[in-house]
């Protein structure tokens, strides 16, 4: 288990202990953003560094300007004697009455003063806007990146286990909105250079007025700080869930799924399920909303009579002459930034602390490690292999699973033989193609490759010599010519490759149809996409086994979509191609597994028996008897 995870259940409310171990995510998740782009992020800093100035430096000015002002109407009222007072109220050369730098001028000085901080404070905040628009931008793409680039270093059966896809998915919604994280611990940095000034005034005037701020303050942190625990716990208990309403929504508005949904009539079941399950998250979360709006608001009743109650002392010292009118609004304006920067800074803890928890899923992810590990010093992969791959009582399960889906496999794949995988579904053919390909790692005993055990060679050099293609292949949604070349990506721009083997797979004469050719898009997920038959995908598919020249050939129900004439020539072909070289071959139809050296029969994960056709009919086991009921299908 991670150091980060919580024994507890997922819907428990967090402890502020771990609140605070979660800081601990912050300088890990600062160098992740730092190596995201360390200029943005230095600009940003620097910038809210500059506006956090900006309040207690507009206060202070204004208060100058009223001081100011009263000072002009004081000098007006007492210049009366002397000018005289008309009908309208104050002379009109009252103007002149204080000269100097303590006139008119110096009042507009400051007042252009105070619109010139308004300008730069407004500049500054767009600015630090744009900085967290691009460093946002900047910090999802990049962390996508990581998590694919860690994704490709991870074992199959990883992502086959539901609670490691609960963290992969966890992890992918990290990569979005993570820097509101960073905008809100550098926005706390700036509110309490800010406070440090405010609160420098307001200790100089009354000490006391501190004590009331936190105690009006505190009980909205801690109310906040709770109901955030609680919306953390729900989102984790409904991750699951979750996946499976991004599920339906995808069965129930999918052009790869409305041709079965319109069939079956399965639009009602769908939406009655999706009705159901987001209906209960709504309810769940309407509940928790409520409750924070109320207590929310009666925390906010107790942070207002907190600041009236400082309005009212500080309207006192005013009245009993001991502060200037300027005094009175700069306190007051002091004390209610303070307590608003006070109330953020708080509950931006608690977001902060949270945010913190969520890094933890993003972390964890990439703390996931593969176990097929490898080796330090990898063997040199045979060129060409001699021997063939020997199994060796090799066994595998799958994590949490009781049941083997392969044991006791004990048999030989000799150099330049092709091999039948047969046995019903379930029985553990694809399994076995994945512990050849290395793409599992048997749980007990062991694969030789040349007499060496195959974990002592590197994996991707192994996978560069077989050319593999499954039942459930994909069909990527790009150029014909680029669904050929992932057969062999290395060779992507190798034009002349992709059309050769579009030619030995029989997909040639496909391309000579499609408007594009070979730089036609498949597919209808885009504007100008062709969409092809299944027979027609499986050509295309079947195309990516001929781009490498490959020691070991694997095909897993090639022709399960194509007519009988298609499927003939897609074997003559074959055989063509695997001459001299090891070949497996997994299919239902006995007319093409015939064609193997031998053929090797699985049921229930073990091996049953194995030999030629002739041999295995003359046994009268298990092989004998499918192959009869199937042909007794076309008498």
Same mark, same amino acid.
Request: net charge positive; hydrophobic share 45%; proline share 3%.
């Given at each position: 288990?991670?150091?980060?995870?919580?024994?507890?259940?997922?819907?428990?409310?967090?402890?502020?202990?771990?609140?605070?171990?979660?800081?601990?995510?912050?300088?890990?998740?600062?160098?992740?953003?730092?190596?995201?782009?360390?200029?943005?992020?230095?600009?940003?800093?620097?910038?809210?560094?500059?506006?956090?100035?900006?309040?207690?430096?507009?206060?202070?000015?204004?208060?100058?300007?009223?001081?100011?002002?009263?000072?002009?109407?004081?000098?007006?009222?007492?210049?009366?004697?002397?000018?005289?007072?008309?009908?309208?109220?104050?002379?009109?050369?009252?103007?002149?009455?204080?000269?100097?730098?303590?006139?008119?001028?110096? !009042?507009? %000085? #400051? *007042?252009?003063?105070?619109?010139?901080?308004?300008?730069? /404070?407004?500049?500054?905040? @767009? =600015?630090?806007? +744009?900085?967290?628009?691009?460093?946002?931008?900047?910090?999802?793409?990049?962390?996508?990146?990581?998590?694919?680039?860690?994704?490709?270093?991870?074992?199959?059966?990883?992502?086959?286990?539901?609670?490691?896809?609960?963290?992969?998915?966890?992890?992918?919604?990290?990569?979005?909105?993570?820097?509101?994280?960073?905008?809100?611990?550098?926005?706390?940095?700036?509110?309490?250079?800010?406070?440090?000034?405010?609160?420098?005034?307001?200790?100089?005037?009354?000490?006391?007025?501190? !004590?009331? %701020? #936190? *105690?009006?303050?505190?009980?909205?942190?801690?109310?906040? /700080?709770?109901?955030?625990? @609680? =919306?953390?716990? +729900?989102?984790?208990?409904?991750?699951?869930?979750?996946?499976?309403?991004?599920?339906?929504?995808?069965?129930?508005?999918?052009?790869?799924?409305?041709?079965?949904?319109?069939?079956?009539?399965?639009?009602?079941?769908?939406?009655?399920?999706?009705?159901?399950?987001?209906?209960?998250?709504?309810?769940?979360?309407?509940?928790?909303?409520?409750?924070?709006?109320?207590?929310?608001?009666?925390?906010?009743?107790?942070?207002?009579?907190?600041?009236?109650?400082?309005?009212?002392?500080?309207?006192?010292?005013?009245?009993?002459?001991?502060?200037?009118?300027?005094?009175?609004?700069?306190?007051?304006?002091?004390?209610?930034? +303070?307590?608003?920067?006070?109330?953020?800074?708080?509950?931006?803890?608690?977001?902060?602390?949270?945010?913190?928890?969520?890094?933890?899923?993003?972390?964890?992810?990439?703390?996931?490690?593969?176990?097929?590990?490898?080796?330090?010093?990898?063997?040199?992969?045979?060129?060409?292999?001699?021997?063939?791959?020997?199994?060796?009582?090799?066994?595998?399960?799958?994590?949490?699973?009781?049941?083997?889906?392969?044991?006791?496999?004990?048999?030989?794949?000799?150099?330049?033989?092709?091999?039948?995988?047969?046995?019903?579904?379930?029985?553990?053919?694809?399994?076995?193609?994945?512990?050849?390909?290395?793409?599992?790692?048997?749980?007990?005993?062991?694969?030789?490759?040349?007499?060496?055990?195959?974990?002592?060679?590197?994996?991707?050099?192994?996978?560069?010599?077989?050319?593999?293609?499954?039942?459930?292949?994909?069909?990527?949604?790009?150029?014909?010519?680029?669904?050929?070349?992932?057969?062999?990506?290395?060779?992507?721009?190798?034009?002349?490759?992709?059309?050769?083997?579009?030619?030995?797979?029989?997909?040639?004469?496909?391309?000579?149809?499609?408007?594009?050719?070979?730089?036609?898009?498949?597919?209808?997920?885009?504007?100008?996409?062709?969409?092809?038959?299944?027979?027609?995908?499986?050509?295309?598919?079947?195309?990516?086994?001929?781009?490498?020249?490959?020691?070991?050939?694997?095909?897993?129900?090639?022709?399960?979509?194509?007519?009988?004439?298609?499927?003939?020539?897609?074997?003559?072909?074959?055989?063509?191609?695997?001459?001299?070289?090891?070949?497996?071959?997994?299919?239902?139809?006995?007319?093409?597994?015939?064609?193997?050296?031998?053929?090797?029969?699985?049921?229930?994960?073990?091996?049953?028996?194995?030999?030629?056709?002739?041999?295995?009919?003359?046994?009268?086991?298990?092989?004998?008897?499918?192959?009869?009921?199937?042909?007794?299908?076309?008498?």
């Amino acid at each position: 288990m991670s150091k980060n995870t919580r024994p507890s259940s997922p819907t428990a409310p967090l402890t502020f202990k771990e609140r605070i171990t979660a800081l601990r995510n912050l300088p890990r998740f600062f160098r992740l953003v730092w190596q995201t782009s360390p200029g943005i992020m230095l600009a940003n800093f620097l910038l809210r560094i500059a506006r956090s100035a900006i309040p207690v430096s507009i206060l202070y000015i204004g208060k100058l300007i009223i001081d100011q002002v009263v000072l002009l109407l004081s000098g007006s009222a007492n210049g009366a004697g002397v000018h005289g007072m008309g009908r309208t109220g104050i002379h009109h050369t009252w103007l002149s009455a204080v000269p100097g730098p303590g006139g008119i001028h110096h !009042l507009w %000085l #400051l *007042v252009g003063l105070e619109f010139g901080l308004a300008i730069i /404070s407004d500049a500054l905040m @767009r =600015s630090i806007t +744009l900085m967290d628009s691009l460093l946002g931008d900047k910090f999802s793409n990049f962390t996508s990146i990581r998590i694919m680039q860690h994704a490709a270093t991870l074992d199959l059966d990883q992502f086959e286990d539901s609670t490691f896809y609960d963290k992969l998915e966890r992890a992918r919604q990290q990569t979005v909105g993570r820097t509101a994280l960073l905008s809100m611990v550098m926005g706390q940095v700036q509110d309490l250079i800010s406070m440090a000034f405010l609160a420098a005034a307001l200790v100089a005037f009354n000490p006391w007025l501190i !004590l009331l %701020l #936190l *105690v009006a303050v505190i009980p909205a942190f801690l109310g906040e /700080s709770y109901f955030n625990d @609680r =919306s953390y716990a +729900l989102m984790r208990a409904q991750t699951e869930g979750r996946r499976e309403l991004d599920y339906l929504r995808y069965l129930g508005a999918s052009d790869e799924t409305a041709k079965e949904v319109k069939l079956f009539g399965l639009s009602g079941f769908l939406i009655d399920r999706f009705r159901s399950l987001s209906d209960k998250f709504y309810r769940d979360g309407r509940a928790l909303s409520i409750k924070r709006s109320t207590w929310g608001t009666l925390f906010s009743l107790l942070g207002s009579v907190g600041y009236y109650i400082a309005y009212v002392v500080i309207i006192l010292h005013a009245i009993q002459g001991r502060l200037s009118i300027g005094d009175l609004t700069f306190l007051a304006g002091s004390f209610r930034q +303070l307590r608003g920067l006070l109330e953020g800074i708080l509950n931006r803890f608690t977001s902060v602390s949270q945010g913190a928890i969520y890094l933890k899923d993003l972390f964890e992810f990439f703390e996931i490690g593969p176990r097929i590990q490898p080796v330090a010093h990898p063997r040199p992969l045979p060129q060409p292999i001699r021997e063939g791959f020997v199994f060796e009582d090799v066994g595998f399960r799958y994590q949490h699973s009781e049941r083997w889906a392969n044991r006791h496999l004990s048999f030989t794949l000799r150099v330049g033989e092709k091999l039948a995988l047969v046995g019903e579904n379930g029985a553990g053919k694809t399994t076995l193609i994945k512990l050849l390909t290395r793409l599992y790692d048997p749980t007990e005993g062991r694969i030789l490759l040349d007499g060496v055990d195959l974990r002592e060679y590197d994996a991707a050099e192994l996978r560069s010599q077989v050319g593999v293609i499954f039942q459930d292949f994909l069909r990527y949604q790009m150029t014909m010519a680029q669904n050929i070349a992932v057969g062999n990506i290395d060779h992507k721009e190798d034009r002349g490759l992709i059309e050769a083997s579009a030619q030995q797979s029989l997909a040639a004469a496909l391309a000579e149809k499609l408007p594009g050719r070979y730089d036609q898009e498949l597919g209808r997920r885009f504007r100008h996409g062709v969409e092809l038959s299944g027979g027609e995908w499986q050509k295309v598919a079947l195309a990516r086994a001929y781009m490498r020249d490959a020691q070991l050939l694997i095909l897993d129900e090639p022709t399960a979509a194509l007519d009988a004439r298609a499927e003939y020539e897609v074997f003559q072909r074959f055989a063509e191609l695997t001459k001299g070289r090891t070949a497996v071959l997994i299919s239902h139809r006995f007319s093409t597994v015939r064609m193997a050296d031998r053929i090797l029969v699985l049921e229930k994960g073990e091996m049953l028996e194995i030999g030629s056709h002739e041999e295995l009919l003359a046994q009268g086991g298990r092989y004998a008897e499918l192959f009869h009921l199937q042909a007794r299908g076309y008498r």
